[in-house]
């Protein structure tokens, strides 16, 4: 089992920064895809940036290529997301997820959620 847990969401004026973290614990998941998604009110979850295993590949929403960059620590157990020129269309909670399958990385179908962090972007 892998227990997430995401931080770093807060408030933020459009074009600012803010980095999110999600640790990991319980087991390593260095070997496992991993992704962040967000929920913004009333709308359903949608896809925001992937990172697979090995190669450390990345994958990222067109609304969000070129401002967010996913890395990972593995050292650490903690995978990041940091999201630049924020605009109020990004506010939502977001969620770190992992799968111990690469298919996850194309089917989005992932095996272990975090509780989500908010984030909110005033214009």
């Known amino acids: 089992q892998v227990q997430l847990a995401e931080s770093g969401g807060g408030l933020v004026q459009a074009g600012g920064s803010l980095r999110l973290s999600c640790a990991a614990s319980?087991?390593?998941?260095?070997?496992?895809?991993k992704a962040w998604f967000r929920q913004a009110p009333g709308k359903e979850r949608e896809f925001v940036a992937a990172i697979s295993w090995r190669p450390a590949s990345t994958y990222y929403a067109d609304s969000v290529k070129g401002r967010f960059t996913i890395s990972r620590d593995n050292a650490k157990n903690t995978l990041y997301l940091q999201m630049n020129s924020l605009k109020p269309e990004d506010t939502a909670v977001y969620y770190c997820?992992?799968?111990?399958?690469?298919?996850?990385?194309?089917?989005?179908?992932?095996?272990?959620w975090g509780q989500g962090t908010q984030v909110t972007v005033s214009s």
């Open positions: 997820a992992a799968s111990y399958r690469d298919g996850a990385i194309r089917d989005h179908k992932y095996d272990y």
């Open positions: 319980g087991r390593t998941f260095s070997s496992y895809a």
